[in-house]
């Protein structure tokens, strides 16, 4: 069984602070990993993915990748309350054959909530 | 450009009861998956397709079909609806290259 663990939440952060999100994965052929945001009541929308090993930026958002530990970060600078939102980590696996057909297997999420 | 489209956003249904939920997509994506969100949790996968007639089964299949004519609509059937399938249904697409996945606003349904 292929699992995704993100940290436990809800995570709470101060206007202005980083907000730092962590998932582990069990899959050690995952390939491609991405980060999703939710509000409450929509669906999920893509922030973020990242494919190698490092970091990756854009805008206040920074993905980090290290798959000999096999585990992927998220951070958000400067956060603020429009942040609040369950983020999802989702992994896409080596899959059969070497073939995923694109299948992502997701984290239970974590809630985070941005105070003014 | 519409992206994922999902109908009907809202549904009760009784036990026993049958319905499709529709989803369609614009952006000429060969890959449509259907996940389910249960209160307080991550997504899972239902059914997937990669292209028109060819569909398999995810995590959580049972008490559910689905059926690919075009690359544009993946349906989703429930046949004998149970109070076990009260969720949140989440269509979602995507290209066979980078594996982004895109999302519709998702079907709310109740089975009592």
């Known amino acids: 069984q292929k699992e995704v663990e993100q940290n436990s939440g809800p995570l709470s952060v101060p206007e202005g602070a980083i907000a730092s999100l962590n998932c582990t994965y069990s899959d050690r052929g995952s390939q491609s990993f991405f980060w999703y945001r939710q509000y409450s009541g929509k669906s999920p929308e893509l922030i973020m993915s990242i494919y190698s090993n490092g970091d990756k930026e854009d805008g206040r958002f920074t993905a980090q990748l290290n798959k000999a530990s096999q585990y992927v970060s998220l951070l958000i600078r400067d956060s603020q309350p429009s942040d609040s939102a369950t983020y999802l980590c989702a992994v896409k696996g080596s899959g059969a054959g070497g073939t995923s057909y694109g299948k992502l297997t997701f984290g239970q999420g974590t809630i985070l909530t941005v105070h003014p | 450009n519409a992206g994922v489209t999902q109908t009907p956003k809202f549904r009760i249904l009784k036990i026993g009861q049958s319905m499709t939920l529709q989803c369609a997509q614009d952006m000429n994506h060969n890959y449509m998956y259907w996940y389910r969100q249960d209160p307080g949790m991550g997504l899972k996968l239902i059914y997937y397709?990669?292209?028109?007639?060819?569909?398999d089964k995810g995590e959580v299949p049972n008490g559910y079909n689905v059926s690919r004519s075009t690359t544009e609509d993946f349906p989703l059937r429930l046949e004998l609806a149970a109070p076990s399938q009260t969720s949140v249904y989440f269509c979602?697409?995507?290209?066979?290259?980078?594996?982004?996945?895109?999302f519709g606003p998702g079907t709310r349904l109740t089975v009592t």
């Open positions: 979602a697409s995507g290209g066979s290259g980078l594996n982004e996945q895109y």
């Open positions: 397709s990669v292209g028109a007639g060819i569909t």
